[in-house]
């Protein structure tokens, strides 16, 4: 028995050491586990873009708004960059037009002297979990230091926004990204292995189309596991979209970024002729992109570098539109620039997924 058990010893070891690759990941990983996720997540939110207005009828700023705006814009905490990047607007219509559009996260209405209410008037975008209370608390201590007795008065947009409807939204994007890795990738791996592939290309189907068929199967398989967890999130974290056009645009949403993400993976497993290998590098992958795209935690409270990855990250903007969809209720308008960096990153994704298939074949 002893004698069995050190021959299987041997050689799955051998077969360990003969794959360097695997190796390294398995190191490779826990490191960047720590740079990227103890970077992306629970960092100081810092530039986060708010307005600021002057309640009408008014002929000058009144010293309380000229002192708050210049307090503002200097706030930030030691040795960090500046907590608010401040946009004075010349009403309060064009400031509250500016928060529904996404542009800023919040409005800081200031009083008139012939006010009614004699309070500063905050609107704030709810929808991000953290950072409504750090704006909050930011304008709070800026009136205090100030030394005025003016009363803030909050008003939340989309209503008290749980962390679990938060991060709800990032895991219907994980879950298409898990989908496709098991159901793409793997999947073409195998058929590699058991010859199918070889087989196809026996007949005469063209190369392209073997490789848009395996993407479409994967986006279908894909799209069907976003649409099940999307379900899911609605019951668990009670959120209610009332609007049945947010439910195409959610569904939209969630069939571009299964395109681009199936024919991502397909192309990378395209490389591979184990999946062991593609195991290790597939889990890298899925650190970079998720950690990074603003699920667990806002991308405002990542550093510069990290944060020029969300710039490229397709499930960033993936997470982002969803999140305005579902938590917002906000219409196309607000998810035209996601749209259209998703649907270049699926364009850009499946003609990658050709060449490379191609090249790996010839």
Same mark, same amino acid.
């Given at each position: 028995?002893? @004698?069995?058990?050190?021959?299987?010893?041997? @050689?799955?070891?051998?077969?360990?050491?003969?794959?360097?690759?695997?190796?390294?990941?398995?190191?490779?990983?826990?490191?960047?586990?720590?740079?990227?996720?103890?970077?992306?997540?629970?960092?100081?939110?810092?530039?986060?873009?708010?307005?600021?207005?002057?309640?009408?009828?008014?002929?000058?700023?009144?010293?309380?708004?000229?002192?708050?705006?210049?307090?503002? /814009?200097?706030?930030?905490? +030691? *040795?960090? !960059?500046?907590?608010?990047?401040?946009?004075?607007? $010349?009403?309060?219509?064009?400031?509250?037009?500016?928060?529904?559009?996404?542009?800023?996260? !919040?409005?800081?209405?200031?009083?008139?002297?012939?006010?009614?209410?004699?309070?500063?008037?905050?609107?704030?975008?709810? $929808?991000?979990?953290?950072?409504?209370?750090?704006?909050?608390?930011?304008?709070?201590?800026?009136?205090?230091?100030?030394?005025? @007795?003016?009363?803030?008065?909050?008003?939340?947009?989309? *209503?008290?926004?749980?962390?679990?409807?938060?991060?709800?939204? *990032?895991?219907?994007?994980?879950?298409?990204?898990?989908?496709?890795?098991?159901?793409?990738?793997?999947?073409?791996?195998?058929?590699?292995?058991?010859?199918?592939?070889?087989?196809?290309?026996?007949?005469?189907?063209?190369?392209?189309?073997?490789?848009?068929?395996?993407?479409?199967?994967?986006?279908?398989?894909?799209?069907?596991?976003?649409?099940?967890?999307?379900?899911?999130?609605?019951?668990? /974290?009670?959120?209610?979209?009332?609007?049945?056009?947010?439910?195409?645009?959610?569904?939209?949403?969630?069939?571009?970024?299964?395109?681009?993400?199936?024919?991502?993976?397909?192309?990378? $497993?395209?490389?591979?002729?184990?999946?062991? /290998?593609?195991?290790?590098?597939?889990?890298?992958?899925?650190?970079?992109?998720?950690?990074?795209?603003?699920?667990?935690? +806002?991308?405002? *409270?990542?550093?510069?570098?990290?944060?020029?990855?969300?710039?490229?990250?397709?499930?960033?903007?993936?997470?982002?539109?969803?999140?305005?969809?579902?938590?917002?209720?906000?219409?196309?308008? !607000?998810?035209?620039?996601?749209?259209?960096?998703?649907?270049?990153?699926?364009?850009?994704?499946?003609?990658?997924?050709? /060449?490379?298939?191609?090249?790996?074949?010839?």
């Amino acid at each position: 028995m002893i @004698r069995g058990a050190i021959a299987i010893f041997r @050689r799955d070891f051998k077969k360990f050491r003969s794959n360097p690759f695997v190796i390294i990941m398995t190191l490779f990983m826990p490191i960047m586990y720590l740079v990227i996720f103890g970077n992306a997540v629970g960092g100081t939110i810092a530039g986060v873009p708010i307005g600021v207005a002057q309640e009408a009828p008014y002929v000058n700023e009144t010293p309380l708004f000229t002192a708050s705006v210049d307090m503002l /814009t200097h706030l930030a905490q +030691p *040795g960090k !960059a500046d907590t608010f990047k401040v946009t004075v607007f $010349s009403s309060e219509a064009t400031a509250k037009e500016a928060l529904a559009d996404g542009k800023v996260m !919040a409005v800081a209405i200031f009083p008139s002297p012939i006010s009614n209410t004699h309070a500063v008037r905050l609107y704030v975008d709810s $929808s991000d979990y953290t950072t409504p209370t750090l704006i909050q608390a930011g304008i709070s201590g800026v009136l205090q230091q100030l030394g005025s @007795r003016t009363p803030l008065q909050v008003t939340k947009l989309y *209503g008290d926004v749980d962390y679990i409807q938060f991060f709800g939204v *990032g895991v219907i994007v994980m879950a298409i990204f898990m989908s496709t890795m098991m159901g793409g990738g793997l999947a073409l791996i195998r058929d590699r292995e058991l010859g199918i592939i070889e087989g196809y290309l026996v007949t005469p189907v063209k190369r392209a189309s073997i490789i848009l068929g395996i993407i479409g199967s994967g986006t279908v398989k894909a799209l069907l596991a976003g649409t099940i967890i999307f379900g899911v999130d609605l019951l668990v /974290t009670g959120v209610v979209i009332r609007n049945p056009e947010d439910y195409l645009l959610v569904m939209a949403v969630l069939f571009i970024i299964s395109v681009g993400i199936t024919s991502l993976v397909v192309a990378l $497993s395209s490389r591979y002729t184990n999946q062991q /290998t593609y195991a290790s590098s597939i889990a890298f992958l899925n650190l970079i992109l998720f950690m990074t795209s603003g699920a667990f935690y +806002p991308t405002l *409270g990542m550093p510069d570098w990290l944060r020029w990855i969300t710039v490229i990250n397709p499930e960033s903007y993936a997470v982002h539109a969803l999140r305005a969809l579902i938590l917002r209720g906000q219409g196309v308008g !607000a998810i035209s620039g996601d749209l259209l960096a998703i649907g270049l990153f699926s364009g850009a994704a499946i003609l990658l997924g050709i /060449t490379t298939f191609r090249r790996t074949l010839e």
